[in-house]
C-alpha cells in the first residue's frame, strides 16, 4: 500500500500529542473568531461536497457535516485524523478520512469537489505549490476555495515578528522584518510540542494561487465585534489589526 510522502510539516504536526484538541476545543481566537468567520464565508453549503484539507481535530467538518454538506477530511497527523474520526462517530455524522500529505492528495479522485476548505493550513504546509496544485486537481471546474491564514503582515505569534510596546491593546505594534524569519519552530499558543510555523509574504501566496490558475473571488480581513472584543485581550486586538485573512478562490 502506498504510504504518505513526509516533510518538515507532516513531520513536526505528527509529533503534536493530544494536546492540539484541547487548544483547538477551548482556543478562543479559533472558536469565537475564525470559525464563525470561516463558516459565515463559505455561506449555505447544504447539499455540496467538501474537501476539509489540514482538517485538524475535525471542528469543521463535523459544523459543514450538520449543515447539510458531504464531508471528506484530511490531515497528516495520524493523531488528528484518529480524533476526527472517533468525534464524527460520537455524533453519528458520516465523515470520511484520510491520511495524506497536502501535495499528494493520492487515490483522491480529481474534479469531485464544490468546496476545499483550508482552515489555518497553507501557512504550514512545507509545499504550498504542491499543496496547491492537488486542490485545483481536485475541484470540479468552478469549485471554490476557501482558505484562511495568519495575515502575513500582522504575525501576531513571533517574538521576531510583530512587537507590541507597552501594556494592553494601546500598545504601539512595530512589524520587525515582513520578509524575514521564513520559518521557525515553536509551540502553538498555550501549547508545549514545538511544531514548524512559516511566513509566507502576500505575494508568495497570490502569485502561487495564480501560477495554479486559482483566481481570486474575494479577500477578507474581519475585524472582531465589541461582543468578541470583550472575550480576551487576544480578541480585543483583532478590533485593531487583522491578525487572519480569507480568501475565497474559483478553480
Ligand atoms: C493550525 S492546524 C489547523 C487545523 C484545522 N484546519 C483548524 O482550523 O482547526 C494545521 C493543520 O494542518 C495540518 N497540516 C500541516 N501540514 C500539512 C500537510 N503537509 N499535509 C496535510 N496536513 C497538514 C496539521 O496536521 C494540522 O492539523
Known sequence: MKEMKHD??????NAMGD??????????SRMCFIMPNMLKFMGNVK????????????GYSRE???RGA?????????????FSTAFAKEENLHIEHFIRNSNDLFDIESHQFDIVLCSMMLMDCEDLEGTLREVVRVLKPNGRLFASVLHPCFDGNHETGIGRQGVG???????M????????????????????WRHRTLEDYV??????????????????????????VALAWLKKIPLYLYWELKK
Open 64 to 66: 459543514l457535516a450538520k
Open 70 to 82: 458531504q464531508l471528506v477530511s484530511i490531515d497528516c497527523s495520524k493523531k488528528a485524523i484518529e
Open 177 to 196: 522584518n515582513y520578509f524575514e524569519p521564513k520559518e521557525w519552530e515553536a509551540p502553538l499558543w498555550k501549547g508545549t510540542t514545538p511544531v514548524i
Open 19 to 28: 494536546e492540539w484538541v484541547e487548544l483547538a476545543q477551548t482556543g478562543e
Open 8 to 13: 518538515s510539516s507532516t513531520i513536526a504536526w
Open 169 to 175: 491593546i494601546e500598545r504601539q505594534v512595530v512589524v
Open 47 to 58: 447539499g455540496k461536497k467538501i474537501l476539509d484539507l489540514g482538517c485538524g481535530e475535525g
Open 207 to 232: 502569485k502561487t494561487f495564480l501560477k495554479v490558475g486559482l483566481t481570486i473571488v474575494d479577500l477578507n480581513e474581519p475585524q472582531a465585534s465589541d461582543e468578541q472584543a470583550s472575550i480576551s
